[in-house]
């Protein structure tokens, strides 16, 4: 990508000693699922500063229809839960991880339950559980129906704001992990951030929690909240962390599609509870594709929908709930969502299409989401724990945030507690201004979502992926070396750099896995068994020795 994608180590210049100062033990960057649990279990151990990008309630957590996969029921297994999860992931899972994250799923129920999580119940009085796509047990918990990821949000929220060791800040941006050199992987020391009131402000931590979710808005089609533009990612990538496994994006197969109405999540529990997909002639088409039919793992579902729409010339496929009892009172949110846009899934089909949903790929992390460099954990959807391997498992995400993030924090405080408050030091990002003329920044952004749809969505080829590499370094030599003043500017260029390293890998994999599909090289190839890891280099990505599934970021 030439000089303009690496050749900064901070988006903007400044000098530490001349901005606003705070301290704290432990500086957590989200405040969705992973970052709140990581906050929770630092806090028992000091001081911690949680920042939500946005409003606190704007999250990809509290967007969450679908629920918390654990084993709960007597006829269910850790061993059942970790072979639907390996199933999924496509060789790439790291057996370790799986493991720690299955067994930590009963406890981190009964946790929640404690806060006071309104879990779903049945007509005992017993916890529902409700199944979804690759599961072959019934171990889904949900809250309000679909409605789990918003009471889980407010749960954990609720308990932030009251902890008398959490500071939470909302819409306060941070652009960058602070470090005491340039150099790749050098101690995190906190982060400088920037708040529309106050201004920018270094935030100096002796530990710090990446938990700014993920990359959906990379993509025209996307379920996620305008504010999941890779931020985390692209951080980290600045301060020299491994950068994991990007080629793997999850497209959900059931968004609503309805010309100027937002792509709305349909979520996997309502084919769980037996609705159908059809086309548009009312053929039932995925008991001939998998032998989990509707339930099949989300990638083969979200190809089989595509390959459907191509054969009957159509832009959409039709999910069918028509005969499902109680649909309203089971699903209230969906009901009130679809009925908005003049749809009554009682007595109506619902016309969807995939959309971009979940970054697998991120910072590459150990189990308890350490990330081999001093004093940086990260958890949650911007980390690449090797959970998901290459396509994740429905529901597994909210468990992840909650276990990994849990032992995160613990780590986090515990190193922060035996250290003491930081003391400042002095940085100095000196940028020279751009000599390019004015940008249309929403143009670029615009064009950026729909190239990376177009080229790098839910199939790919060599062709496809080049084209798309050139357009994004082309758009980075202008885009790159500006200098902004507001977070929208700063986003586009966090996803410049993302998109970036999400094409460079699908480029490289040359073979299709879990949810990677190159048309071009449909079949698996062991050659590409392992985890494709990216650091900063001079200029352009380097592609680190790839790690074995298993292996400890270095």
């Known amino acids: 990508m030439g000089q303009s994608l690496d050749e900064r180590r901070y988006l903007i210049p400044f000098r530490s000693g001349l901005l606003p100062q705070m301290f704290t033990g432990t500086l957590v960057i989200g405040g969705g699922v992973a970052g709140a649990s990581a906050a929770l279990a630092a806090a028992e151990h000091g001081e911690v500063i949680v920042l939500c990008k946005d409003d606190t309630q704007l999250s990809n957590t509290a967007w ?113 992990l602070i470090t005491p ?32 979710g993920g990359a959906g808005q990379l993509y025209r089609e996307t379920t996620n909240p305008r504010v999941a533009t890779a931020d ?65 793992p989300r990638d083969v579902v979200s190809r089989a929908i595509v390959t459907r729409i191509a054969r009957t010339g159509s832009t959409k496929v039709y999910l069918d709930a028509r005969h499902i009892e109680g649909f309203d009172k089971r699903f209230p949110g969906i009901t009130t969502e679809l009925k908005r846009y003049g749809i009554d899934p009682q007595r109506e089909l619902v016309p969807v299409h995939p959309a971009a949903h979940y970054t697998i790929g991120g910072v590459r992390t150990d189990a308890v989401g350490r990330t081999g460099i001093p004093g940086l954990f990260a958890v949650g959807e911007v980390a690449c ?40 030091i002095s940085i100095v990002s000196d940028i020279r201004p751009s000599e390019h003329g004015v940008l249309d920044i929403e143009d670029v952004r615009s064009s950026l979502r729909s190239a990376m749809w ?78 494709d890891c990216w650091r900063r280099g001079e200029g352009e990505p380097v592609l680190d020795p790839v790690a074995q599934p298993g292996g400890v970021p270095g």
């Open 64 to 176: 969450a229809q679908g629920g918390i996969a654990a084993v709960m029921a007597e006829d269910d297994s850790f061993g059942s839960h970790e072979a639907d999860t390996l199933e999924v992931g496509g060789g790439l899972c790291d057996a370790d991880v799986v493991q720690a994250v299955v067994a930590g799923g009963p406890g981190a129920m009964r946790e929640l339950t404690t806060l006071g999580m309104p879990f779903d119940t049945d007509a005992s009085g017993a916890i529902a559980l409700g199944r979804e796509g690759g599961h072959h047990q019934r171990r889904i918990l949900h809250a309000s129906g679909d409605a789990t990821g918003s009471a889980l949000q407010t749960t954990l929220l609720d308990r932030l704001r009251s902890h008398p060791n959490i500071r939470v800040f909302a819409h306060c941006f941070a652009l960058d």
């Open 181 to 212: 050199s340039a150099e790749p992987g050098a101690t995190v020391m906190g982060a400088v951030t920037w708040h529309a009131r106050y201004g920018l402000q270094m935030i100096w931590a002796r530990s710090t929690v990446l938990a700014s």
């Open 232 to 296: 985390g990612v692209a951080m980290a990538y600045r301060a020299g962390a491994s950068i994991a496994d990007m080629a793997f994006v999850q497209f959900h197969p059931t968004v609503l599609y309805l010309p100027g109405a937002p792509r709305s999540l349909i979520s996997e529990a309502v084919r769980g509870e037996g609705a159908h997909l059809v086309d548009e002639s009312g053929t039932r088409f995925m008991k001939d594709e998998h032998e989990l039919a509707e339930l099949a």
């Open 385 to 424: 724990s090797g959970l998901h391997g290459a396509n994740r498992l429905a529901s597994n995400s909210l468990l992840e945030g909650l276990v990994i993030g849990k032992a995160a924090g613990r780590l986090a405080g515990l190193a922060a507690s035996e250290l003491g408050l930081p003391a400042p």
């Open 454 to 531: 177009r080229n790098v969505g839910i199939e790919r080829t060599g062709a496809m992926l080049t084209d798309a590499v050139d357009m994004l370094e082309f758009w980075a030599r202008y885009t790159l070396d500006k200098i902004f003043d507001e977070p929208g500017g700063w986003e586009v260029q966090n996803m410049l750099t993302v998109a970036h390293l999400v094409a460079q890998s699908a480029l490289w994999r040359a073979e299709s896995r879990g949810c990677h599909m190159r048309t071009d090289a449909p079949a698996s190839d062991e050659t590409f068994a392992v985890h």
